[in-house]
């Protein structure tokens, strides 16, 4: 009788256990790292990182994907794109999507008790990097990592791994990317930097401000061709009226200038004397390069120039969606990536 309850008790425990970590699947986390101290000698005082996990880490923990958010994303949009079928697939790797330094999650202007607003130090992408270095070696004892995937700002982070920690992973995927901004690049980011700091200066409400950058982002990520096809002129109206919305007090216009300021120092060239070859002479993990054609908000033609001297794997997509010509090809895109992914 007493081996008949016990057997039944844990078979209770093994469901609740199950049901408990397909629960925590995808759960926001945070690490907390402390006074963090940035490559320019300023301190994040008590730094914290946002942090999902999907999938599940292997006995050897050598099935670690690494996903660092976009311009403006968080940890919960990756998870949109983690799954099986998805972009990365997390029945077979263990996906840690990080929210980046600024996105309103992770230590930001907004949510800093002591730092708040414009008293925040200025970061860079390579302190990103660094933040998710001490996040995996630090609170979720990783030394090494499969791979990691990154996209537009992720795909910055991306970069500067490989050249940071070339050790560190296997392989490598970026997306709608670059190694360094071109000029007209840095001309665009300067421009949404301005803006904002005008904005500010006038004392413009934050509504209008975060409107006037939205307004911005999507006039420059798709292109002319792609918002005349799917935005008739008599539906004009009704498209502008999705920008008349409460202003987000998670990511502010402060923390939106805090990734731009980060964005604009970006160049991995930088730190090998400006050569291209010294910089892909460093990179020790495979590499999967995907660009835009018509990418109007990262122009592709330095990824593509990088790719011919790694010699790696490069996707140029031709579709007539600009910056977000992912999600125009995303089969196509998921099987790709999963093929790199898979391929020893």
């Known amino acids: 009788m007493f081996r008949k309850y016990f057997s039944f008790v844990v078979i209770i425990l093994v469901v609740l256990i199950g049901f408990t970590l397909l629960f925590a699947e995808g759960e926001q986390q945070f690490a907390d790292l402390g006074g963090f101290q940035l490559e320019n000698g300023q301190v994040i005082k008590n730094c914290r990182i946002g942090y999902r996990t999907f999938g599940k880490l292997n006995q050897d923990k050598s099935n670690v ?21 998805k972009l990365v697939d997390s029945s077979r790797f263990y996906v840690i999507a990080v929210d980046a330094l600024g996105n309103g999650v992770s230590s930001s202007p907004s949510n800093s008790k002591r730092q708040r607003g414009d008293k925040f130090p200025v970061f860079t992408i390579r302190d990103m990097v660094r933040t998710q270095y001490e996040l995996l070696m630090k609170e979720l004892g990783i030394d090494h990592i499969y791979g990691v995937i990154g996209g537009s700002m992720g795909s910055f982070q991306a970069f500067e791994w490989l050249v940071m920690y070339p050790g560190f992973m296997d392989k490598a995927v970026a997306y709608v990317c670059t190694p360094q ?13 301005e803006l904002i700091e005008a ?18 982002m999507e006039l420059f990520a798709r292109t002319p061709a792609y918002r005349i096809e799917h935005t008739p002129r008599s539906e004009f109206d009704e498209f502008m009226g ?30 090998f004397d400006g050569s291209m070859e010294k910089a892909a002479g460093a990179i020790k993990a495979d590499v999967l390069i995907i660009v835009s054609e018509t990418d109007y908000l990262v122009n592709p033609q330095p990824a593509i120039d990088f790719a011919k001297v790694l010699g790696c794997d490069l996707l140029v997509l031709e579709n007539n969606c600009g910056h977000l010509a992912i999600g125009c090809e995303m089969d196509r895109c998921v099987e790709i990536v999963n093929q790199f992914f898979n391929k020893y």
């Open 242 to 271: 999705k920008y008349d919305k409460e202003a987000s007090t998670i990511y502010t216009s402060d923390d939106k200038a805090s990734q731009l300021r980060a964005m604009k120092s970006h160049d991995i060239f930088a730190h």
């Open 65 to 85: 994907i690494l996903y660092p958010s976009w311009f403006g994303g968080t940890s919960k949009h990756l998870g949109k794109l983690i799954g099986p079928g």
């Open 181 to 193: 901004f071109t000029s007209y690049d840095l001309l665009l980011l300067s421009f949404e930097l």
């Open 199 to 216: 904005a500010q200066s006038a004392k413009m409400p934050e509504k209008t401000i975060q409107r006037l950058g939205n307004i911005g």
